[in-house]
């Protein structure tokens, strides 16, 4: 391909000749455990994560197949397999529309998003602007597949690209199709730029914009990417414009499944009123549809049960934000927010009690009824199974849920699911490279099960495949 030359008042012209080489950082450094979790290994080029089901890249990278989500290719990390991939029809580097995009076969919430830059946010693009690049490509000390991160000056925009970098600080082959990020001045994070080509690295380099094609990927996808703006940049805010990544750039916790979601913003009103929440002041309502209240299970010939939990929630107002399920008082991992609400758990011998809690986007919350269940045994309480409403766990008088709900365990033989302490086991929901599956299970289970004060770990265990949407609550 012969590109046109690029020009810009007070800057040297840039001619491509040839096919423009793809773009890794240069003048940056590796990035701490778990810093900008949306930048995403797609093999020999680097995406962004926009949305837990959504990838951007560059169209020059082809169509990939395999998204990665961690710091080093060489480490642990969490892989995904994409549902499908498309390019660009004609897209490429040179036109500003180097354009990919990745539908995911299992959306990523437990890491917050840092959505596109979208309509009147654009204008914080302006020369000498700081912005941050990303990508797992080459570097000027020789690395390749490690996650590295460089500030750098936003330069100008021409013909629908970016020009960004220079005087050492660039990417270069391997970041192609990665992003560029930008903090807005309400503190929360932006991703605008797919690094698309340049003349070599160290010099700067031109990136399509990820605004100017989202009419295309929202098209695509069938999924709402902008959830404060139209595809066409107009602000028009739902119950989900807020949210969004303020800390980035500050790495916490480990990969695969241990990373701290960081900072959320509140309600975004870059560029107009925020989604209006003052009018809701009723609570949602949650209920567990499945198992019911009083069912026993019999166990398998490894004195486990597999348990299929089905919830059902609803807000009339602003809708529901996340659900998280309680097993005998203690949370299991993240909350779930995008129904269908089901969890998975795998039981061993013992009652349980189960309950839901629900909040809305105007942080209403309910609690569910409690539901009584048993493997081999008895259930223990005798709750109705009935739908929670209003604020949940009280009875009529408003006083706590009864001393049925507390946490048991059945027998002596320490094989109950729940530690009366209400501690989880060591290294739950971990687990290494693979298909993204954070359950442990089998013989890894076995290897990291342990005894604490006579109760034998390992009895339950969170299936994450039935978990198609965690999330935890904005602190």
């Known amino acids: 391909m012969v590109s046109p030359t690029i020009a810009h008042a007070g800057a040297p012209d840039v001619v491509v000749t040839e096919d423009p080489e793809p773009q890794a950082i240069y003048g940056g450094g590796a990035v701490s455990a778990c810093e900008w979790p949306t930048t995403v290994s797609l093999g020999g080029c680097t995406g962004t994560l926009v949305h837990p089901e959504v990838v951007i890249y560059a169209a020059h990278c082809g169509v990939v197949n395999e998204v990665f989500l961690g710091d ?59 912005v941050w690049l990303v990508g797992f490509g080459n570097t000027d000390d020789g690395n390749f597949g490690v996650k590295y ?30 992003p560029v990020y930008v903090q807005l001045d309400d503190g929360s994070f932006r991703a605008f730029g797919i690094t698309s080509y340049g003349d070599g690295c160290g010099g700067g380099g031109w990136y399509s914009m990820m605004h100017t094609g989202m009419d295309w990927f929202e098209s695509e996808t069938g999924i709402d990417i902008t959830p404060c703006h139209d595809a066409d940049g107009t602000w028009n805010p ?59 299970f019999d166990s398998d010939s490894d004195g486990t049960i597999e ?84 604020e949940g766990g009280a009875d009529e008088d408003g006083d706590d849920v009864d001393d049925d709900s507390e946490p048991t365990q059945d027998g002596d033989d320490g094989e109950g699911a729940v530690d009366p302490y209400g501690a989880l086991p060591p290294r739950f929901g971990q687990d290494g490279l693979g298909e993204g599956c954070g359950c442990v299970t089998g013989e890894r289970s076995g290897e990291r099960s342990g005894e604490r004060s006579g109760t034998r770990w390992g009895t339950w265990l969170l299936l994450l495949p039935l978990l198609p949407a965690l999330r935890r609550r904005r602190a």
């Open 307 to 390: 348990v299929v939990i089905e919830i059902e929630a609803s807000d009339a107002g602003s809708g529901i934000r996340e659900v998280q399920l309680l097993l005998d008082g203690v949370a299991l991992g993240a909350a779930d927010s995008s129904a269908p609400y089901r969890y998975g758990v795998t039981l061993g011998k013992g009652s349980y009690t189960l309950a839901a809690v629900a909040v809305d986007n105007a942080d209403n919350s309910t609690e569910s009824v409690v539901v009584n269940i048993g493997v081999d045994a008895q259930p223990s309480g005798g709750g109705d199974g009935g739908d929670g409403v209003g």
């Open 72 to 130: 080093s290719v060489y480490a642990q990390g969490r892989s995904i397999t994409p549902q499908w991939c498309k390019t660009y029809p004609g897209g490429g580097p040179g036109a500003g529309n180097d354009w990919a995009v990745c539908k995911l076969s299992q959306p990523v919430t437990d890491v917050v998003i840092a959505p596109p830059l979208m309509g009147c946010e654009t204008e914080v693009l302006q020369d000498g602007k700081k």
């Open 238 to 296: 739902t119950e989900k414009c807020r949210d969004f990544a303020t800390d980035p750039h500050v790495g916490n916790g480990s990969w695969p499944n241990a990373c701290a979601m960081g900072g959320m913003s509140t309600w975004s009103e870059t560029c107009g009123t925020p989604f209006a929440m003052d009018d809701d002041e009723d609570a949602p309502t949650v209920s567990i549809t499945s198992p019911t209240d009083g069912t026993r």
């Open 149 to 178: 991160e460089a500030e750098a000056p936003f330069n100008y925009i021409q013909n629908n690209e970016a020009f960004i970098g220079g005087g050492g600080i660039d990417t270069c082959q391997g970041d192609s199709g990665g």
